[in-house]
């Protein structure tokens, strides 16, 4: 079974740049999270969706982050402008349980994101 | 907002000893917990869930959960070098609208 796939796995951008990351899910997973990881922290939530709906976005900086999921399968994340404290590792993960706290979340190896 | 805390370590262990590692967490709703574990450049894997009060034993680990103490734990007996890592508790408040809210991990270094 093939795992959650993320793109790009590094990349180097310039403050007040643009950058997307792409991220396909376990097949049939409903559930979708991105998460962004600082070095030295724990993994934080930016957003969950729910097939293509978004269920929480509480703590998704939205005048600069944006997300979608269309057609509820693949996912991109955007960030526009950067900004330095953006440097991080940003994971996607899934999950089959529709709704439901599954808690086995499968993890994508991550976008590692540099801002100069 | 939930919080989760973990002592960040490093924490040192020798080759064979029983590896502790501690979590709490605020928000007492939180009905389910999780143990990660991570690798230097690698992603979390999930190694343990724990939903009831009590132990939950897995091979070598052990999650223990004290709801009433807010408090999860895991043991890792006959700690080996290829234990060595981040682990990350993760505890997630139920309902389909929670993702899961991770610490910061304890660094753990299992010495040969």
């Known amino acids: 079974e093939a795992g959650v796939a993320q793109s790009p796995r590094y990349k180097i951008i310039e403050k007040r740049q643009s950058v997307a990351f792409w991220c396909n899910p376990i097949?049939?997973?409903?559930?979708l999270y991105w998460y962004q990881q600082i070095l030295g922290q724990g993994p934080k939530l930016l957003i969950q969706?729910?097939?293509?709906?978004?269920?929480?976005d509480s703590q998704l900086p939205k005048d600069r982050f944006s997300a979608e999921r269309l057609k509820g399968v693949d996912s991109t994340l955007k960030i526009q402008p950067a900004k330095l404290e953006d440097s991080a590792v940003y994971l996607c993960a899934s999950s089959l349980v529709a709704g439901g706290a599954g808690g086995e979340l499968f993890f994508g190896e991550g976008s590692r994101l540099t801002v100069l | 907002q939930k919080e989760v805390e973990q002592n960040s370590g490093p924490l040192s262990v020798p080759e064979g000893a029983i590896a502790s590692l501690n979590c709490t967490y605020s928000?007492?709703?939180?009905?389910?917990f999780f143990w990660y574990r991570q690798y230097s450049g690698k992603s979390p894997e999930l190694i343990m869930s724990i939903y009831s009060n009590g132990d939950k034993e897995d091979g070598r680990f052990t999650a223990q959960l004290n709801k009433a103490s807010q408090y999860v734990s895991l043991l890792i007996r006959d700690s080996q070098p290829s234990d060595s890592a981040t682990y990350l508790c993760a505890v997630n408040g139920g309902g389909g609208a929670d993702g899961l809210t991770f610490g910061k991990g304890t660094h753990l270094i299992i010495q040969p």
């Open positions: 969706f729910q097939n293509n709906g978004v269920v929480d």
């Open positions: 097949s049939g997973h409903a559930t």
């Open positions: 928000d007492r709703g939180s009905q389910s």
